[in-house]
C-alpha cells in the first residue's frame, strides 16, 4: 500500500477558478444547468431537422449501409444566433465561421463578466487560452455545400483558430492553443492551463471545450463501431447500458494562481489541486481502455494534487455508459484509490453524461463545471438512468457508491475541505484526470462606512441595452442574486465590467432601489468610452 506523505513546499501550488460559463443541453447557463442536474433532468431528445434528416441517415438496422444506429444528441439551442457586430466581426467572415468559435467567443466573454475581471487586466498581464476540440463538422458541411470558398473560409473552420480567435479578439498575449485528444480535450486543457500558471508562464488562464453535432458522419461511423445507444439513453453503471449518445455543449472557465486569486479578492469558485495525463499505450485496439493506465493517471493525479483519496468524497465519473468500459472505470479506480486506504463506499460516484449525453471534446470541462456548481450548492446530484446496478460493478467491494438521490454534500472529516476528482479519457488511448476542492473563505472583520453604491448598465446599443435591462429583471428574482451584497453587485458593474457607449445608472442605497430602477424599463443615453471615468465612483 502506498504511503501517503505531506510534501514540504513553499510554492504554492493551488489554482483558483474564477470564472464559469457554460451553454449545455438544457442549459443557457450555469444556474440553469446546475438547477438540471439537480433535479435529475434527461436533457436528450431526438436530432432536429437543422442539423440533419433522421429520415434520410437513421435506420433501426445495424446492417444498414449509410446509416446511424441513434438518431439522439443532447441538443443546445439557437447555434446560429451571433451578435458578430458586438465581436467587431463582419457579416461575410461571420458566415464563414464555425459556431463552434461564435459560441466559444459568446462564453469566453460571458466568463470574463461572471469574474468580474476588468478584460484590461487580462490584456496588460499573460492571459493564456487552451480549447478543447474534436468535431469540424461544419467545415464537411461547407465543403459538400458547394457554396464559393473565399478568404475566410480556413479562417472560419481550421481548430487552431478556436483558441486564436478568443486571444486575437480579446487581445490575450500568452499561449492560444487548441486542443485535440478526443474526450480527453477540455480536462487536457484545464491541465494545461494549470501547468502554465504554476511555471509562471500566465498570470490569467483561460480553459475551454467545445462540441456541436451538426452533421450524421460521425453518427454513421460510430454507429458501425457500436459505440451509440441504439434507444438514445447514456446508462451509466446500470446493466443494460450499450453505448453513449451524442452532445452539444461548450464550457469554459478561467484560472488565475490561487495566492493571486485571494490577494486580489477574487470569486473562487473551486481550488484545483492536481491533474495528470497520460496514453493507455498498447492494447488490443486503439480504442480500448485499461485498468492498469487509468490507475496511474490517477494515482499522479492525487501525487500532484498532494492529497490522499480517503479525504475525496465524491467522484464525476467518465462514466460513458458502456458494459464493459464502466467496470474497467470502477476497477481503475478502486486500484488507485485502495493504494492508499481500505475504507469501502465512503466516496459518492455520479455522471453528468446521464443528464446531457456525452460532450467529448467538452465532456471534461462539464464534469468540471458540474463539481463546482456542486462546491457551491453543498449538494450531490443524482445520476439518472439507473433502475439496475451492473452485475460486473460489485460497488460493496469498492469505495465508491452510487449518487441516487439529491443529498447534501458534506466531509466526514470537517478538517478536509469538500474534495471531487474528476476523469476523462479518449476513445484515443489518452487518460486525464483532475482533483477539485472547495475554497474555504474567512470572515472579514472590516465594515465598509459606505452607504452609497453606483448601479451602472451599459450596452453596445439600444436593443442591447434592453435586453440587459431583461435579464436583471430576471436575474433580481434569483436566489443568486440573493446570495450578493450590494457592494459586490455595484462592485462589480463598475470596476469588473467593460463600459460601452449606451448606459444608464443610478446611486442606490439599498437593493430595493436596484429594483425599482429597473422596474421603470429606464433607457440608455449614448455617450462616449470616457464619460464614465469622469464619474466619481471612488
Same mark, same amino acid.
Given at each position: 500500500?502506498?504511503?501517503?506523505?505531506?510534501?514540504?513546499s513553499?510554492?504554492?501550488?493551488?489554482?483558483?477558478?474564477?470564472?464559469?460559463?457554460?451553454?449545455?443541453?438544457?442549459?443557457?447557463?450555469?444556474e440553469?444547468?446546475?438547477?438540471?442536474?439537480?433535479?435529475?433532468?434527461?436533457?436528450?431528445?431526438?436530432i432536429t431537422?437543422?442539423?440533419?434528416?433522421?429520415?434520410?441517415?437513421?435506420?433501426?438496422?445495424?446492417?444498414?449501409p449509410?446509416?446511424?444506429?441513434?438518431?439522439?444528441?443532447?441538443?443546445?439551442?439557437?447555434?446560429?444566433?451571433?451578435?458578430?457586430?458586438?465581436?467587431?466581426?463582419?457579416?461575410?467572415?461571420?458566415?464563414?465561421?464555425?459556431?463552434?468559435?461564435?459560441?466559444?467567443?459568446?462564453?469566453t466573454?460571458?466568463?470574463?463578466e461572471?469574474?468580474?475581471?476588468?478584460?484590461?487586466?487580462l490584456?496588460?498581464?499573460?492571459?493564456?487560452?487552451?480549447?478543447?476540440?474534436?468535431?469540424?463538422?461544419?467545415?464537411?458541411?461547407?465543403a459538400?455545400?458547394?457554396e464559393?470558398?473565399?478568404?475566410?473560409?480556413?479562417?472560419?473552420?481550421?481548430?487552431?483558430?478556436?483558441?486564436?480567435?478568443?486571444?486575437?479578439?480579446?487581445?490575450?498575449?500568452?499561449?492560444?492553443?487548441?486542443?485535440?485528444a478526443?474526450?480527453?480535450s477540455?480536462l487536457?486543457?484545464?491541465?494545461?492551463?494549470?501547468?502554465?500558471l504554476?511555471?509562471?508562464?500566465?498570470?490569467?488562464?483561460?480553459?475551454?471545450?467545445?462540441?456541436?453535432?451538426?452533421?450524421?458522419w460521425?453518427?454513421?461511423?460510430?454507429?458501425k463501431?457500436?459505440?451509440?445507444?441504439?434507444?438514445?439513453?447514456?446508462?451509466?453503471?446500470?446493466?443494460?447500458?450499450?453505448?453513449?449518445?451524442?452532445?452539444?455543449?461548450?464550457?469554459v472557465?478561467?484560472?488565475? /494562481?490561487?495566492?493571486?486569486?485571494?490577494?486580489q479578492?477574487?470569486?473562487?469558485?473551486?481550488?484545483?489541486?492536481?491533474?495528470?495525463?497520460?496514453?493507455?499505450?498498447?492494447?488490443i485496439?486503439?480504442?480500448?481502455?485499461?485498468?492498469?493506465?487509468?490507475?496511474?493517471?490517477?494515482?499522479?493525479?492525487?501525487?500532484?494534487?498532494?492529497?490522499?483519496?480517503?479525504?475525496?468524497?465524491?467522484?464525476?465519473?467518465?462514466?460513458?455508459?458502456?458494459?464493459?468500459?464502466?467496470?474497467?472505470?470502477?476497477?481503475?479506480?478502486?486500484?488507485?484509490?485502495?493504494?492508499?486506504?481500505?475504507?469501502?463506499?465512503?466516496?459518492?460516484?455520479?455522471?453528468?453524461k446521464?443528464?446531457?449525453g456525452?460532450?467529448?471534446?467538452?465532456?471534461?470541462?462539464?464534469?468540471?463545471?458540474?463539481?463546482?456548481?456542486?462546491?457551491?450548492?453543498?449538494?450531490?446530484?443524482?445520476?439518472?438512468?439507473?433502475?439496475?446496478?451492473?452485475?460486473?460493478?460489485?460497488?460493496?467491494?469498492t469505495?465508491?457508491?452510487?449518487?441516487?438521490?439529491?443529498?447534501?454534500?458534506k466531509?466526514?472529516?470537517?478538517?478536509?475541505?469538500?474534495?471531487?476528482?474528476?476523469?476523462s479519457?479518449?476513445?484515443g488511448?489518452?487518460?486525464?484526470?483532475?482533483?477539485?476542492?472547495?475554497?474555504?473563505?474567512?470572515?472579514?472583520?472590516?465594515?465598509?462606512?459606505?452607504?452609497?453604491?453606483?448601479?451602472?448598465?451599459?450596452?453596445?446599443?439600444?436593443?442591447?441595452?434592453?435586453?440587459?435591462i431583461? /435579464?436583471?429583471?430576471?436575474f433580481?428574482k434569483?436566489?443568486?442574486?440573493?446570495?450578493?451584497?450590494?457592494?459586490?453587485?455595484?462592485?462589480?458593474?463598475?470596476?469588473?465590467?467593460?463600459?460601452?457607449?449606451?448606459?444608464?445608472?443610478?446611486?442606490?442605497?439599498?437593493?430595493?432601489?436596484?429594483?425599482?430602477?429597473?422596474?421603470q424599463?429606464?433607457?440608455?443615453?449614448?455617450g462616449?468610452?470616457?464619460?464614465?471615468?469622469?464619474?466619481?465612483?471612488?
Amino acid at each position: 500500500m502506498r504511503k501517503y506523505n505531506k510534501k514540504n513546499s513553499d510554492k504554492n501550488q493551488d489554482i483558483a477558478i474564477i470564472g464559469i460559463a457554460c451553454r449545455f443541453p438544457g442549459a443557457g447557463t450555469k444556474e440553469k444547468f446546475w438547477e438540471n442536474v439537480r433535479s435529475g433532468i434527461n436533457s436528450i431528445r431526438e436530432i432536429t431537422p437543422d442539423r440533419w434528416d433522421i429520415d434520410t441517415f437513421y435506420s433501426g438496422n445495424f446492417d444498414d449501409p449509410g446509416k446511424s444506429l441513434s438518431k439522439w444528441c443532447g441538443l443546445i439551442e439557437n447555434i446560429d444566433k451571433f451578435d458578430n457586430k458586438f465581436f467587431n466581426i463582419s457579416d461575410r467572415e461571420s458566415r464563414n465561421m464555425d459556431p463552434q468559435q461564435r459560441l466559444l467567443l459568446q462564453e469566453t466573454w460571458h466568463c470574463i463578466e461572471d469574474a468580474g475581471i476588468p478584460l484590461k487586466q487580462l490584456q496588460d498581464t499573460i492571459t493564456s487560452v487552451y480549447v478543447g476540440v474534436m468535431a469540424t463538422d461544419y467545415q464537411m458541411k461547407m465543403a459538400e455545400s458547394g457554396e464559393p470558398v473565399d478568404s475566410y473560409s480556413c479562417l472560419g473552420n481550421y481548430e487552431c483558430i478556436l483558441a486564436n480567435r478568443i486571444s486575437y479578439i480579446f487581445d490575450l498575449k500568452g499561449e492560444s492553443i487548441s486542443i485535440d485528444a478526443a474526450c480527453a480535450s477540455s480536462l487536457l486543457a484545464i491541465h494545461n492551463a494549470k501547468r502554465a500558471l504554476r511555471n509562471g508562464e500566465s498570470d490569467f488562464a483561460i480553459a475551454a471545450g467545445i462540441s456541436l453535432n451538426l452533421h450524421p458522419w460521425k453518427y454513421i461511423s460510430f454507429s458501425k463501431s457500436r459505440m451509440l445507444s441504439p434507444d438514445g439513453q447514456c446508462k451509466t453503471f446500470d446493466k443494460n447500458a450499450n453505448g453513449y449518445v451524442p452532445g452539444d455543449g461548450a464550457g469554459v472557465i478561467l484560472l488565475q /494562481r490561487l495566492e493571486d486569486a485571494v490577494a486580489q479578492k477574487n470569486v473562487i469558485y473551486g481550488v484545483l489541486k492536481g491533474t495528470a495525463v497520460n496514453h493507455v499505450g498498447k492494447t488490443i485496439s486503439i480504442t480500448a481502455p485499461g485498468i492498469e493506465s487509468q490507475k496511474e493517471v490517477i494515482v499522479k493525479a492525487l501525487e500532484d494534487a498532494d492529497i490522499s483519496p480517503d479525504t475525496i468524497s465524491y467522484i464525476e465519473a467518465h462514466g460513458t455508459g458502456t458494459s464493459l468500459g464502466d467496470p474497467i472505470e470502477i476497477a481503475g479506480l478502486t486500484s488507485a484509490y485502495k493504494s492508499y486506504t481500505d475504507k469501502l463506499q465512503y466516496c459518492k460516484i455520479g455522471s453528468v453524461k446521464t443528464n446531457i449525453g456525452h460532450l467529448e471534446a467538452a465532456a471534461g470541462i462539464a464534469g468540471v463545471i458540474k463539481v463546482l456548481m456542486m462546491l457551491k450548492h453543498k449538494q450531490i446530484p443524482p445520476i439518472v438512468n439507473i433502475k439496475t446496478i451492473n452485475p460486473i460493478i460489485n460497488f460493496k467491494e469498492t469505495p465508491f457508491t452510487i449518487a441516487e438521490e439529491t443529498e447534501e454534500w458534506k466531509q466526514e472529516d470537517s478538517s478536509h475541505p469538500l474534495r471531487a476528482g474528476i476523469s476523462s479519457f479518449g476513445m484515443g488511448g489518452v487518460n486525464s484526470h483532475a482533483i477539485i476542492e472547495e475554497y474555504v473563505y474567512k470572515k472579514s472583520k472590516s465594515k465598509s462606512n459606505k452607504n452609497e453604491e453606483l448601479f451602472l448598465l451599459s450596452a453596445k446599443s439600444e436593443k442591447s441595452f434592453v435586453h440587459l435591462i431583461e /435579464r436583471w429583471k430576471a436575474f433580481i428574482k434569483s436566489p443568486e442574486y440573493q446570495l450578493l451584497s450590494l457592494k459586490d453587485i455595484c462592485g462589480t458593474l463598475v470596476y469588473g465590467r467593460n463600459h460601452f457607449p449606451y448606459r444608464n445608472g443610478i446611486i442606490v442605497k439599498s437593493r430595493k432601489e436596484i429594483q425599482d430602477f429597473l422596474e421603470q424599463a429606464p433607457g440608455c443615453f449614448p455617450g462616449n468610452e470616457t464619460d464614465f471615468y469622469e464619474l466619481n465612483v471612488g
